[in-house]
């Protein structure tokens, strides 16, 4: 067990509440230390307690399904290792995202390495840290894999209905039903093992059905390799799900249209192991942007008809990237951190952020009250595909990090990873 200040809770990054503080106050006293320090940096804090507990709702509703956290998502060191001291497998896109969740300790085999287009040194790299488990969807991939880890445990991708998902995936990645028996016959040829059947109904689903019908679609392959005397024992239903308590599908509903699609056509006795790769599921929710109000321009018009127009330290080529890049992230909601007042005026405000770029919008007519320079606003549900798009575009700097978690689930979390 390594003990280094990456590996556990006890020191390094990760900020422990004591005397009953919660998040609002670490977020306050932080604003106020720099204050103190006349400085306006923007910050995130993580919430890890949110993480713990989307991870128990997972396991509560879908029992039969071990998540592997979708490292591209987020992927905050403290968030990783949080999910470690889970035990949640990891689903990586690269081989710097395999190096990062090594470095952690996890073993190879709570790895897969879910990307159907890799770079041969990415597969190489893969054989040669003894992750076997990996995604394909072509007979140009099954080619280079049999040259650089011909022992990789396989499995097939397939394309499936995401028409009902913000960010669709299938027309990029997954073979169609139509070329599922072409390649396996190919891998089998090959002498290469093929485990199992992936799929992805794109992020942001907004409806359950969808994974009925690619569960069945997966099953279809389950049979076409058994004809072909393939015994398939992995099924992995990809993500998608939102990590929001408000959103338009809730994950209750997902979890029971999944687990009657599993129990109908992946009967609990068939001996077929189910995982998935959930990312926005787990980090959505945990994290909160604090920006400041770094500069103002005059109203054209004063009262209640005027607008005002304002820079903040973040935008969209920082931590609010999703705004243009993600179109499974729902309107960014900014909200003053001082109290406003019920009676307060509020105007039509344009705010952007704080790069030399007219792309660099972030708001373009929200209602809001009247805000000075120096202002700070938080942003909530700042924890997917924020942190892992941000550049330092301009030369400002991408948010810091504060992962905060509770002293009593600080301990639970440091007993779990010494018996990880
Ligand atoms: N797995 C793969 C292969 C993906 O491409 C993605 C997202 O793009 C994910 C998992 C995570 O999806 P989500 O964040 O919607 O759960």
Redo the contacts with the bound molecule.
């Keep these: 067990m390594n003990g280094s200040s990456l590996q556990d809770f006890s020191s390094g990054d990760v900020h422990v509440l004591d005397d009953g503080r919660s998040i609002n106050d670490f977020i306050d006293d932080q604003i106020k230390m720099l204050q103190s320090e006349d400085s306006e940096e923007q910050f995130l804090v993580a919430d890890l307690q949110s993480v713990i507990d989307h991870h128990q709702q997972w396991l509560t509703l879908l029992p039969r399904v071990k998540p592997f956290y ?1 490292v ?2 987020n992927n905050t060191p403290a968030v990783l290792r949080v999910l470690r001291a889970l035990s949640t497998g990891f ?1 990586c ?1 690269s081989k710097a995202e395999i190096q990062m969740v090594l470095n952690l300790g996890v073993s190879p085999d709570d790895i897969i390495f ?2 159907t287009t890799k770079p041969m040194s990415h597969i190489r790299f893969a054989a040669a840290h003894r992750v076997q488990t990996m ?1 394909f969807d072509s007979e140009e991939e099954l080619r280079k894999i049999s040259l650089c880890h011909p022992k990789a445990r396989l499995v097939l ?1 397939i394309a499936v209905d995401d028409s009902d998902s913000l ?1 669709r ?1 299938s027309s990029k ?1 997954g073979a169609r039903l139509g070329l599922v028996e072409k390649l396996l016959g190919l891998a089998v040829d090959r002498d290469l093992t093929v485990i199992g059947v992936s799929f ?1 109904v ?4 907004t409806a359950s059905q969808t994974f009925h019908r690619a569960i069945a679609d997966a099953r279809q392959v389950f049979d076409i390799a058994s004809v072909l005397g393939v015994q398939m024992s992995l099924l992995d239903i ?4 939102s990590g929001r308590d408000k959103c338009q599908v809730k994950f209750e509903e997902f979890s029971d249209v999944i687990n009657a699609a599993l129990d109908k056509f992946f009967p609990p006795d068939c001996g077929v192991q189910i995982i998935a ?5 787990y980090v959505e929710s945990a994290f909160t942007l604090a920006v400041n109000v770094i500069a103002k321009k005059n109203c054209e018009e004063s009262g209640p008809g005027g607008q005002m127009v304002y820079y903040i330290n973040d935008g969209v080529y920082g931590s609010l990237s999703c705004i243009v890049n993600d179109p ?1 992230h729902p309107p960014v909601q900014l909200l003053p951190h001082r109290a406003v007042g019920v009676g307060e005026v509020r105007y039509r405000s344009v705010v952007w952020g704080p790069t030399c770029d007219s792309y660099d919008k972030v708001l373009d007519s929200a209602m809001m009250p009247e805000l000075q320079v120096g202002d700070w606003l938080l942003v909530h549900h700042m924890g ?2 924020t942190v892992s798009l941000s550049t330092d575009f301009n030369g400002f700097e991408r948010a810091k990090i504060f992962p905060v978690v509770t002293e009593e689930t600080r301990r639970l979390l440091e007993l779990r990873h010494t018996s990880a």
Excluded: I, V
């Design positions: 979708a591209k998502c689903d896109a879910a990307h995604t991708r960010l995936l990645f992805h794109g992020s942001g689903c990809g993500g998608g799900f790769e959930p990312g926005r599921f499974a997917a595909y």
